[in-house]
């Protein structure tokens, strides 16, 4: 988070806490129609303060122009992805490499999936996905790809794990439905399950995990960066603890020809737990690959570091762009 950003946040908070101190000395002297409006100034303030942190959370509502075309030719897209399976409109970022303006090659096509709370533009603006794609893909180290960042819910405070929750929203539905489905029908994209892989950033790498195992005819490789074994919500029938759990699924059914990604930082005690977890518990045809950062938590920097290895693995484990 940039400390642009954190200025309002601490421009009202700041507000909140003056109006406190002005109200504390010089009540008594104030009459009712005064101590009224201060109170009013009060609650104002804190509501603001409130809302701000909830945005900042969330990144709901943009600040900003949209992002441009970069120099090196890639564009970054906005859409509506309208979802006839899973009744759900949402928005989506879309990649496109800047060999996709000159080629007339299919690209294949990486899901990355974004943490709660939070929106895709974590990955555009705190993890500067559009410069990392470009550079990994200038230098070699990965091919020309179509890279999708799509919401994961109508409502920013609605965690839904990328599932289906019962008597919610089809999370799972829209993005291993809806969104291929919408890809393959605007742009340059393999429609085969070599040319598709997922990833995503703490509950985003959750997903990514979930759904290669649970469909691993659609997708053919993931990469996790910071994730969990298990669901950290209620789906509504149980299957936190069984079909939506990958721990679960590892040790009770039988493993899929896929290529799994895990990634984690050492002092992040929690998906350090969870990933060597399901580290362990992978087995073939399934194929596990770890990585390791020394420091950093559960944070932004963490994955900024870990996302271009996560994108060229990736890379290496698609099928190449198809004449």
């Known amino acids: 988070m940039s400390a642009d950003s954190l200025t309002p946040l601490v421009a009202a908070v700041a507000a909140v806490i003056g109006t406190a101190v002005l109200a504390a000395l010089r009540w008594e002297r104030w009459r009712t129609p005064g101590r009224a409006a201060v109170t009013f100034a009060a609650l104002l303030g804190l509501a603001a303060a409130a809302v701000m942190q909830v945005n900042r959370m969330t990144e709901t509502y943009a600040s900003g122009s949209r992002p441009a075309a970069a120099a090196t030719g890639s564009e970054l897209l906005t859409v509506r992805v309208p979802g006839p399976a899973s ?20 690209y294949p096509v990486i899901e990355a999936l974004h943490g709660y709370p939070g929106s895709p533009r974590t990955w555009l603006r705190r993890l500067d996905v559009q410069s990392v794609l470009d550079g990994e893909i200038a230098a070699g180290r990965m091919a020309p790809t179509v890279v999708l960042f799509p919401f994961q819910t109508p409502d ?51 997903c990514a995990t979930d759904l290669l ?54 002092d992040d005690r929690g998906t ?11 087995r073939p045809p399934l194929t596990v690959t770890t990585a390791v950062v020394a420091r950093g938590g559960h944070s932004d920097a963490v994955w900024h570091q870990m996302e271009p290895v996560a994108f060229d693995w990736l890379s290496a484990h698609l099928a190449r762009p198809q004449r």
């Open 156 to 206: 920013p405070l609605l965690d839904t794990e990328c599932t289906d929750l019962v008597g919610g929203p089809r999370t799972e539905t829209f993005l291993t439905t809806d969104v291929p489905a919408y890809a393959e029908a605007h742009w340059r994209v393999r429609t085969d399950r070599a040319g598709w892989a997922l990833t995503g950033y703490s509950a985003g790498a959750f």
């Open 272 to 282: 350090r737990r969870a990933s060597t977890l399901l580290a362990r518990l992978g």
């Open 87 to 106: 009744g759900l409109t949402l928005t989506m970022y879309a990649y496109l490499p800047a060999a996709y303006r000159t080629g007339h090659d299919r």
């Open 213 to 266: 195992l649970r469909h691993p005819t659609e997708y053919a490789a993931a990469a996790s960066l910071s994730g969990y074994a298990s669901p950290g919500i209620r789906i509504g029938d149980g299957t936190e603890n069984t079909l939506h759990n990958p721990a679960w699924r590892l040790r009770h059914l039988p493993p899929p020809r896929v290529a799994l990604w895990l990634g984690w930082a050492a």
